[in-house]
């Protein structure tokens, strides 16, 4: 059985920037993508990003462009999300996802991480 | 504004049966996208409930069902049980945002 464990939570000053990892376990990332979602209090799901583990080829919103850089570390089965420029609308929980099959855009999220609260304060 | 437009609440009685509705466009599910389905239960991460339309993952219940019309999906939870007290959303890929989209979800209540 397939678990995704995110890094912990983060408080962070508007203006900077954080990493946060997602580690599988119990299973190899390199036939998956990855896509991170994000949440904010008492939101809906908001799409950040994807990218296709053993290829390093990535998506990202649109609204996301310019600020976000996705990443993996195959020698770990680990993959990162780091957000720059950060603002008190960034506050959320940010979740990374599996999807089978290189899918990262029109595909399901099968797996889903236990989520990061980022908190970001002025 | 959500991209899908979901029902922002929907209830129903223990044994009822309730659906919950996903309106897109052209530029996803009336483009022939898949339509997936999350289930969030509240402090918890989502969990696939339906994906392709109407597949279920292994261990969902069948109570649980999936259907596509057009620009429009639809989730069916038949059998209403307390259990089934949660967020639930939608999501598709759009062609116009080169991107993936979400409903803005809808809250279940079990009367």
């Known amino acids: 059985q397939v678990q995704l464990v995110q890094s912990g939570a983060e408080v962070k000053k508007s203006g900077s920037s954080v990493k946060v990892s997602c580690k599988a376990s119990?299973?190899?990332?390199?036939?998956?993508?990855i896509n991170w979602v994000r949440q904010a209090p008492g939101q809906g799901l908001d799409w950040i990003g994807g990218?296709?583990?053993?290829?390093?080829?990535?998506n990202y919103a649109q609204k996301f462009q310019g600020r976000v850089t996705i990443t993996t570390d195959e020698s770990t089965n680990t993959a990162y999300m780091e957000l720059s420029s950060l603002r008190s609308d960034d506050t959320a929980v940010y979740y990374c996802?599996?999807?089978?099959?290189?899918?990262?855009?029109?595909?399901?999220?099968?797996?889903w991480g236990q989520g990061t609260l980022v908190t970001v304060s002025s | 504004q959500s991209v899908l437009t979901q029902p922002p609440s929907v209830s129903g009685a223990p044994g009822q049966r309730v659906t919950i509705s996903c309106t897109g466009s052209s530029s996803n599910i009336g483009a022939g996208y898949d339509v997936q389905w999350y289930q969030q239960l509240p402090g918890t991460a989502p969990k696939l409930l339906i994906y392709?339309?109407?597949n279920r993952p292994s261990g969902v219940p069948d109570r649980f069902s999936g259907s596509k019309s057009g620009t429009s999906a639809s989730l069916a939870i038949t059998g209403l049980q307390a259990e089934d007290e949660a967020d639930y959303y939608c999501?598709?890929?759009?062609?116009?945002?080169?991107?993936?989209?979400f409903g803005g979800g809808t809250k279940l209540t079990v009367l």
């Open positions: 990218i296709i583990f053993v290829f390093g080829t990535t």
């Open positions: 392709a339309k109407s």
């Open positions: 119990g299973g190899t990332l390199r036939s998956y993508g």
């Open positions: 999501q598709s890929y759009d062609s116009s945002l080169s991107g993936v989209v």
């Open positions: 996802a599996r999807v089978p099959y290189y899918d990262i855009l029109t595909g399901y999220l099968d797996y």
